[in-house]
């Protein structure tokens, strides 16, 4: 097995637009959120006010949408740990949201005291964005990379993630197949190049979006 190790760390708010100047360009799952108060409780509602867009590898195909009650979100324990699971495949369960071409595992880990294993598909870029509390990612050698909230870690490729805390940390898991091309973002809008974020405000202005 291939350990997962920590590939870059940063101190961060999902809300701060620092998020999209990190040198990220492989990932695949883009992360998106809006506030008109960056002061409330953050970390309570983080999941309901965090939609994944997820980029399609077949490029400007029309968009879709998959929307889902919290109740039909799968959630299960395992080594005294709470996973909900939004998409992809974590030990024996499967995420509600299914069929999309760049595979995703999208998962919200709520962590006691111990240690958690988790299997990724080795060839997909990773990252963790922890929320509450610490923890550390444990590498080949053993060795822990401490990881305080509020951080986004972007982990190497592998094939296993091993998690170990102290107290009760919680954290959003996010893996996509690798699309290797260049990003673009303006607002809530991540294309390949500025002539296609111009189209789309142009699209905007002259009401053809979204198409029908």
Do not use: C
């Not at 867009?53 to 799968?74: D, G, R, V």
Request: a negative charge.
């Amino acid at each position: 097995m291939n350990e997962i190790s920590v590939e870059q760390m940063s101190e961060i708010d999902v809300l701060d637009d620092s998020l999209y100047d990190l040198d990220n360009s492989d990932l695949s799952l883009v992360l998106y959120e809006k506030s008109q108060n960056v002061l409330m409780e953050r970390t309570k509602t983080l999941m309901e006010k965090s939609p994944a867009f997820i980029e399609y590898l077949e490029k400007m195909k029309p968009a879709e949408y998959q929307e889902y009650h919290a109740k039909k979100i799968t959630v299960f324990k395992h080594q005294g740990h709470s996973i909900r699971l939004v998409s992809g495949k974590l030990l024996g369960h499967e995420g509600v949201v299914k069929n999309v071409s760049t595979e995703p595992v999208y998962a919200d880990i709520t962590m006691n005291e111990g240690r958690l294993e988790l299997k990724l598909p080795p060839l997909h870029n990773a990252f963790l964005y922890v929320f509450q509390g610490e923890g550390s990612v444990i590498n080949d050698d053993g060795e822990a990379n401490s990881v305080t909230s509020p951080r986004l870690v972007i982990l190497t490729q592998g094939d296993r993630l091993v998690m170990e805390t102290n107290r009760e940390a919680r954290f959003m898991l996010a893996a996509a197949q690798k699309i290797e091309e260049p990003i673009v973002r303006w607002g809530p809008f991540v294309m390949n190049t500025h002539e296609e974020v111009e189209q789309t405000l142009q699209e905007i202005r002259t009401g053809q979006f979204p198409p029908d």
